[in-house]
């Protein structure tokens, strides 16, 4: 029997989740050491005897024989989940109720549940991405770290903050409550950084990010699949999710560096990740709203089935993007508007529209708007100010991969003014 | 060829670290099932061993008392054996180099099984 990949990542999210149920919320530290306990059982025996047959049901064997040995010996001095209080106290009522946290149902149930809990206002958005990765995705705080570019430490200090936050309350978040629509648009915007990491992330590791991307679908799939959580503006947003996933194999060249849209070998693309995406987005076209999700889906969907650069239906994108200027407006939506400005009417177009962007201070940290300007005046022959922009973009890469990305750009100018 | 007794032993902290977290487990399983298939490979593997639990007790004495264990005075318990096959006890210590218990901060014990040949 071979391991399978991220085995016990995967376990370790559902198991947290059915643990908590029986033991509530407040005892998240308590469901974490049993997952711990089970983890290295099954190790010891494991390492030894081969991997079995279902280690996932392995795993869950464990963790539930343990949940009831703890409730047996504690329930007299310890508090444990409110909602199965009665349940816990009569040994005929026990095995049960242990059993049924354990359902496949109930840990679908309960992962929703804690995601709307980790995605909690009172905390910054950052300790809500991070408590989502930690609890619910298996990712130990140096991974989280390393993902993040933050220091270990900083990255234990701020999942030890949310987890406080959490274990403040007995019980996890109901579906139910007044607060939940402004909740599911927080756990959503939580799901969509996490994904935006993967996506654009400064991690230097490719295998990082693309798990991250393929964290952020999973969860959002849940929300897909559970009727109160699934509309359109959900749709909408796994759309989005997965017709720019379909071009993750082809956003970082062989060396790991980031490849420019006209160079991705778009046959590369994962057709299936396309269709689904365009499945999602035709599901998510009910109701009388359209967000954010809704148009920036559809600007990936027309990107993702133009076959080139060239064939982009780039005056579509325009409209599309003038649409999300008055739903979201932000610079670097009227920057990308501007660049599909630039292609649909030529480098000249590109740079006024540039020029025009409302608050375009807020850019000047980016590094990809004087990489836009340097790319049409490249384009345009004035290669010495290209060749300044692209440095100054440079100046401003946040990672080594934008770093690399903006060098070659410079070193491609110099080559052309030979 | 002689048999001989590996025993695996860790501290509590050590288990913990190394087999605790997701990423962490995975990679030590990984790591295990590389070294026991190239032992069994290469015909060393005798018996794949059995993994002990981390509790117990202990008889003592002509009075026969018994404390809980594990044993307070070794913080390294056994967490399991293995027998293998080897031409002596160096090759048998080269053989459980490869062990990844080593990289977490255990130790393989390395015993030789008493020859009954006289």
Known sequence: ?418 | MSQFLYLYRMTDVARQENMGTPERAQQSMQRWMAWMQELDRKGHLKDRGQPLERTGKVVRGQDKTVTDGPFTEAKDLVGGFTLVEARDIDHAVELSRGCPILDGGGSVEVRPVMKMDM
């Open chain 1, 1 to 418: 029997m071979e391991l399978s990949e991220h085995l016990f990542r995967r376990e370790s999210g559902r198991l947290v989740a059915a643990l908590t149920r029986v033991f509530g919320v407040h005892n998240l530290a308590l469901a974490e050491d049993v997952v711990q306990d089970a983890f290295c059982r099954a190790l010891e025996v494991w390492k030894v005897r081969g991997i079995p047959d279902n280690p996932g049901g392995w795993l869950m064997a464990v963790a539930k024989h343990r949940a009831l040995d703890i409730v047996r010996r504690e329930r007299t001095a310890r508090t444990f989940a409110p909602e199965l209080t009665r349940a816990l106290e009569s040994e005929w009522t026990l095995a049960p109720a242990v059993e049924e946290a354990f359902a496949l149902w109930t840990i679908r149930d309960e992962q929703l549940r804690m995601m709307f809990s980790c995605c909690d206002p009172r905390l910054p958005e950052e300790v809500q991405v991070a408590l989502v990765l930690n609890v619910l995705c298996g990712f130990a705080a140096p991974e989280v770290a390393a993902a993040f570019l933050t220091s270990r430490s900083a990255m234990e200090k701020r999942i030890s903050r949310g987890k406080k936050v959490l274990a403040q309350s007995t019980r996890l978040f109901d579906l139910a409550d007044a607060e939940f629509p402004a909740r599911l648009s927080a756990v959503r915007r939580g799901l969509y950084l996490l994904f935006n990491e993967g996506y654009h992330g400064a991690s230097a590791e490719a295998a990082v990010r693309t798990e991250l991307c393929a964290e952020a679908i999973r969860l959002t799939m849940l929300l897909v699949e559970a009727p109160e959580t699934a509309l359109p503006e959900t749709l909408a947003m796994a759309a989005l999710m997965y017709l720019h996933a379909a071009k993750l194999p082809t956003r970082l060249d062989a060396a790991g560096d980031l490849n420019p849209l006209v160079e991705q070998d778009r046959t590369q693309w994962d057709a299936r990740l396309v269709e689904e995406g365009l499945a999602l987005l035709d599901r998510s076209a009910t109701g009388d709203v359209v967000s954010a999700f809704h148009v920036e889906a559809a600007i990936a969907a027309a990107h993702a089935t133009a076959r080139s650069v060239d064939e982009t239906n780039w005056n579509a994108i325009v409209g599309l993007y003038d649409r999300l200027m008055s739903i979201a407006p932000s610079p670097i939506v009227a920057l990308n508007r501007a660049i599909a400005v630039g292609q649909r009417d030529g480098p000249d177009e590109g740079i006024r529209s540039l020029h025009g962007i409302a608050d375009v201070e807020r850019l000047c940290r980016y590094p990809f708007y004087p990489a836009a300007i340097a790319e049409f005046e490249r384009r345009r022959g004035n290669l010495d100010v290209a060749r300044d922009q692209f440095s100054a973009a440079a100046s401003l890469a946040r990672s080594p991969v934008e770093r690399r990305y903006l060098e070659a750009r410079i070193r491609e100018c110099g080559l052309l003014m030979m």
